[in-house]
């Protein structure tokens, strides 16, 4: 077993010094171009005028130079992503049969000899890349995936379509996916051919599916239920291009480390128009990575929330009475004091709640009605009426006095989600009272209560994108930056219309004013769909993947829901692996109220990741999580048997025993899993061990030797050995049979279980380890 390790892990070398000769000489030609688009832009800014069709030919080869410069410029992560191997012809053997290799990429380049060095992904050239299957491999003998950062070979995964179109040598070096299912092939002739057939059979069913309509992909662990998933969401964007490239698609992953992981194995994903979140990163401006105890998530997920949203909206418009204590407004101004009575402000009001529309974009008919009821007041006052036609006016300059806005915003303040949710959980007094309108007990209520300024959590995302459906927003200033955006380019048109009228070219007709006004304006950095589609929480997108779906609660599902109105879905998940406190116990109690009919099931049977002697071990503890849910057949018999470890204690010997591990595994990762509340005790243990965390730290947690993580923060991910900590632990969690189910099944190798007490019912078997 460890001649094999060793051997394969010199071929994945030897593959990867292949590729980055490759790679590194489409940099340089990169380089090269980039210099060379250089020296022409600085050559075309430097051309004499001359006449007429001078000019012309300088502004356009200044444009289409720039225009070269910022194209190269923008591909330099990313540049390469993938590789593709053909065979033409159908001859005997090798007769007749050609072969070829193209490398995709972000751009096309062609070297010194003008020879295709690298395919732009959108050439008809690359679609093999994209639409090939098992059931339809386009003439591909393999698919490799190039994992580059920094101009830097990190990684490689290969698919093989057509195993007796490649040589001993592409055998011997075949890497990831490819080299598993390669290893089950030499294993058993017969059962083991047909097995992988049905692998196939089953991924090609997922990646081919019509885009309209939600598609679930049910599988256990290790059925390729994740890898499968991306592949569909590789082929739907190259297949429906037109569709997907406007709109763009939205991938949502448990956590941050689990969406580098995706960037990993499908790197070709980042370089189209994919937004990749996890729920605490749904809502722009907020990047929440910590969750809520069980019992607050508990409540912050349950469909009574939307009551208590709208409550808290509601509890923040205010009469007079309810804000001031007295029925009228009266407000202090530097004319005397102004007063609307209660009546005419109970009328306002009652209007703007009939309207029916968000809170903010309704205030704004109580702002402006009563700035004209103040200034009535005014003149009345001051015994001179005001014109109707001038209340508007008077009304604007009333709104620049303090008193006057305050008294507006107590009444109906202008909210942000954020404000308006901070301020609910800190006021324990406005709590309670929206608590009990909305039916939540007084139980719910204190979990919901925490000091104001406290840090944002996943649970509270889907309660602050439910806050800005109810609140809408003012568009008042982006309409005036409009309309001033609008005036500056009129006066840029009328300024290049003098340009030609002095020049004499006013009547030429290759040539107008706004198309010269045009290419001399600074409109910014050009955003690409995701970018755009990241930074607008309204924006809906193509179609939308949610991997580890059965996490999600039904406020989670409400705001996926939000962004693919069109119901485009693929849906990933197990359901015996649910943890969270609402999570899916099947799948039309979780879609049911947002898909009434096109739900299609894919069910991924066969495990080939994970050896059966781990599964057998998780079989175990399956009946105990989920009695209902059948275990995937697995067909890897390779690995090292699953043992039992007692420890004195967590602190003394388990740095032995994860040094003794990491040394068994090589080159391969480890993963240390433990119950929420003995990971900080079992990280400070293990102080060379990486944790997932926020920012770049965390998501660069997986490319660690060892990184240690409760059973949420390991879903969806896989590792060549894993010791799970104290299984009683996790086990006394409110799902812990569950979360122990995920812990056991994230092992491809080695699984070991360490225990200072007994062990507990679903691990005996592994008593004396």
């Not at 009574?304 to 409550?311: I, S, T, Y």
């Amino acid at each position: 077993m460890e001649f094999r390790q060793t051997d394969a892990q010199d071929a994945a070398s030897a593959t990867m010094a292949v590729e980055q000769a490759r790679v590194s000489a489409m940099y340089e030609r990169l380089d090269t171009l980039r210099e060379s688009t250089a020296h022409r832009l600085a050559a075309a800014h430097l051309q004499e005028r001359g006449g007429f069709a001078a000019i012309v030919e300088r502004e356009t080869r200044s444009y289409e130079q720039a225009r070269r410069q910022a194209q190269l410029a923008s591909v330099e992560e990313g540049l390469c992503f993938g590789r593709i191997d053909l065979v033409h012809g159908n001859g005997d053997g090798d007769d007749g049969r050609e072969t070829e290799t193209r490398y995709v990429g972000r751009i096309g380049l062609r070297d010194t000899e003008h020879e295709t060095i690298l395919v732009d992904w959108r050439a008809p050239a690359a679609r093999p890349f994209y639409a090939a299957t098992p059931g339809d491999p386009h003439g591909l003998t393999r698919r490799r995936h190039l994992r580059v950062r920094r101009r830097k070979v990190i990684g490689l995964d290969d698919e093989v379509f057509d195993p007796e179109g490649l040589t001993e040598t592409d055998r011997r070096q075949l890497v990831g996916e490819a080299a598993l299912l390669a290893s089950l092939r030499r294993e058993r002739t017969g059962r083991m051919g047909d097995i992988v057939a049905t692998i196939q059979e089953e991924q090609d069913r997922v990646i081919r599916a019509r885009l309209a309509g939600v598609l679930v992909v049910q599988g256990g662990p290790g059925t390729g239920k994740t890898v499968a998933a991306l592949h569909r969401a590789a082929y739907l964007l190259y297949t429906h291009r037109d569709v997907l490239e406007r709109r763009g698609v939205l991938v949502v992953g448990p956590n941050p480390a689990f969406l580098r992981y995706v960037s990993d194995v499908l790197p070709s994903l980042g370089e189209t128009d994919v937004v990749m979140r996890t729920v605490g990163g749904l809502f722009p401006g907020v990047e929440a990575h910590t969750h809520d105890p069980h019992a607050v998530a508990e409540v912050k997920g349950a469909p009574r929330m939307v009551d208590l949203v709208r409550e808290a909206v509601a509890d923040r418009r205010r009469t007079p009475a309810e804000a001031f204590g007295v029925p009228d407004l009266t407000v202090e101004t530097d004319a005397g004091p102004l007063t609307v009575p209660e009546a005419r402000c109970e009328q306002v009001l009652r209007t703007a709640w009939g309207l029916r529309l968000p809170h903010n974009a309704a205030r704004k008919y109580v702002v402006n009605t009563l700035l004209a009821e103040l200034a009535r007041a005014e003149g009345e006052s001051l015994g001179r009426p005001v014109d109707e036609e001038d209340l508007p006016f008077v009304g604007e300059r009333l709104w620049h006095e303090d008193p006057v806005r305050e008294a507006v915003d107590a009444m109906w303040p202008y909210l942000s989600p954020r404000r308006l949710l901070r301020e609910l959980f800190a006021d324990a007094e406005a709590l309670a009272r929206v608590c009990a309108r909305a039916g939540l007990d007084s139980g719910a209520c204190a979990a919901l209560a925490r000091p104001s300024g406290s840090p944002w959590t996943v649970e509270d995302v889907p309660l602050l994108d439910e806050a800005a459906e109810l609140l809408g927003h003012d568009d008042s200033a982006e309409r005036a930056r409009a309309r001033r955006t609008e005036a500056a380019r009129a006066e840029e048109e009328r300024y290049a219309q003098g340009v030609l009228e002095f020049t004499g070219l006013a009547e030429e007709p290759m040539m107008d004013a706004a198309a010269l006004a045009a290419r001399h304006r600074d409109t910014g950095p050009v955003l690409t769909t995701a970018e755009r589609a990241s930074a607008d929480r309204r924006w809906t997108y193509g179609h939308v993947i949610v991997d580890e779906a059965q996490e999600l609660s039904p406020m989670a599902w409400r705001a996926v829901m939000r962004r693919v109105p069109t119901r485009s879905l693929t849906v990933v998940g197990d359901l015996a692996q649910t943890g969270s406190a609402w999570g899916a116990r099947s799948w039309s109690e979780a879609l049911g109220p947002y898909v009434r009919e096109g739900v299609h099931v894919e069910r991924l049977v066969v495990n080939y990741r994970t050896p059966a002697p781990i599964m057998a071990v998780a079989a175990e503890v399956l009946r105990e999580a989920a009695p209902d849910q059948e275990v995937p057949e697995s067909v890897r018999e390779e690995g090292d048997p699953p043992r039992a470890m007692r420890l004195s204690s967590v602190a003394k010997d388990l740095p032995l025993l994860v040094k003794e591990e990491a040394e068994t595994i090589g080159a391969g990762r480890l993963a240390v899993i433990t119950a929420d509340r003995l990971v900080e005790e079992v990280a400070s243990a293990l102080p060379k061990a990486a944790r997932p965390s926020g920012g770049e730290r965390g998501v660069n947690a997986l490319e660690e030797t060892v990184v240690v993580l409760t059973a949420t923060e390991a879903k969806g991910l896989e590792f060549d050995a894993v010791v799970v900590v104290e299984p009683d632990a996790v086990l006394a969690q409110p799902r812990g049979a569950n979360d122990l189910y995920v812990a056991v099944t994230r092992a491809t190798r080695r699984l070991t279980v360490a225990h200072t007490g007994p062990l507990p019912g679903p691990l005996e078997r592994l008593a004396g380890g």
